[in-house]
């Protein structure tokens, strides 16, 4: 399954963005999903999930700040991002499965650039 990230950009430190990740199906009502990030020079880290049952994580880096959510078909999942950080750029990347752990051998997309300015 292919998925598709939008919304990324450059925003100033404090700012909001919206990311979607788009599917071919309803894929993110029945599996586990999530957003994960890579900036320059670092190791790829989950940002936030939703596991099959709905459970949330996030971490501790953007917990309040940043909403995992996704819409009731099933075939789009958001990461509302607010109060924005220079140390949040990087490039974000959605990703599906069955279970939270197995996200980074799950389905990918092919990545959205999000630069915050300070």
């Known amino acids: 399954v292919s998925l598709v990230e939008s919304g990324g950009g450059l925003m100033q430190a404090g700012g909001s963005l919206r990311l979607s990740c788009s599917a071919p199906?309803?894929?993110?009502?029945?599996?586990?999903a999530g957003w994960y990030r890579q900036a320059s020079g670092k190791e790829r880290e989950l940002v936030a999930a939703?596991?099959?049952?709905?459970?949330?994580y996030y971490a501790d880096s953007v917990k309040g700040r940043f909403t995992i959510s996704r819409e009731y078909t099933g075939k789009t999942m958001f990461l509302q991002m607010d109060s924005l950080k220079p140390e949040d750029t990087a490039m974000y990347y959605c990703?599906?499965?069955?279970?939270?752990?197995?996200?980074?051998?799950?389905?990918w997309g092919q990545g959205t650039q999000v630069t915050v300015s300070s």
């Open positions: 990703a599906a499965s069955d279970t939270i752990a197995n996200l980074p051998r799950g389905s």
């Open positions: 939703f596991s099959m049952r709905g459970e949330t």
């Open positions: 199906g309803s894929i993110f009502g029945n599996s586990a």
